[in-house]
Nanobody, 124 residues
Framework: VQLQAYGGGLVQAGGFLRLSCAASEGTFVGYTVGWFRQSPGKEREFVAAVRPTSSRPYYDDSVKGRFTISRDYAKTTVNLQMNSLKPEDTAVYYC??????????????????WGQGTLVTVSS
C-alpha cells in the first residue's frame, strides 16, 4: 500500500484544515489507518486512528473534540478534519496503515505503511 498525505498549510489559531490520506496503490481494506504528527526534536505522536471493521475512531486526548477522523470507502481516503487549531498543533502530519489492534493503535511501530507527511503550521 502506498499512501499520500496532503492538505497541510498555514492557518491562524482557531482556524481549520482538512487533511487527507489516499491509498495510491492498494486499498485500506483490512487496515487500521492512523494519523500521527511530529515536531522538530520530538518523537512521532499519535493523533487519531480508525479501525477497519468498526470504523470506530480513536483520538489522543489533546485533539478530542477538535479533530475528526473519517474513512471514505468509495475514494479510499481517510480524512482528518482539524478544527479550533492551536499553535501546539504545528507539526508534520503523517498517515499510516497497518494491522494495529486496539492495544497498539497509538504506537507508530504498529503501522507498516506511511505517507510522506504534510506540514501543518498554526500561527498565534
Amino acid at each position: 500500500v502506498q499512501l499520500q498525505a496532503y492538505g497541510g498549510g498555514l492557518v491562524q489559531a482557531g482556524g481549520f484544515l482538512r487533511l487527507s490520506c489516499a491509498a495510491s496503490e492498494g486499498t485500506f481494506v483490512g487496515y487500521t489507518v492512523g494519523w500521527f504528527r511530529q515536531s522538530p526534536g520530538k518523537e512521532r505522536e499519535f493523533v487519531a486512528a480508525v479501525r477497519p471493521t468498526s470504523s470506530r475512531p480513536y483520538y489522543d486526548d489533546s485533539v478530542k473534540g477538535r479533530f475528526t477522523i473519517s474513512r471514505d470507502y468509495a475514494k479510499t481516503t481517510v480524512n482528518l478534519q482539524m478544527n479550533s487549531l492551536k499553535p501546539e498543533d504545528t507539526a508534520v502530519y503523517y498517515c499510516g496503515a497497518g494491522r494495529a489492534i486496539l492495544s497498539t493503535i497509538s504506537r507508530p511501530e504498529a503501522y507498516d505503511y506511511w505517507g510522506q507527511g504534510t506540514l501543518v503550521t498554526v500561527s498565534s
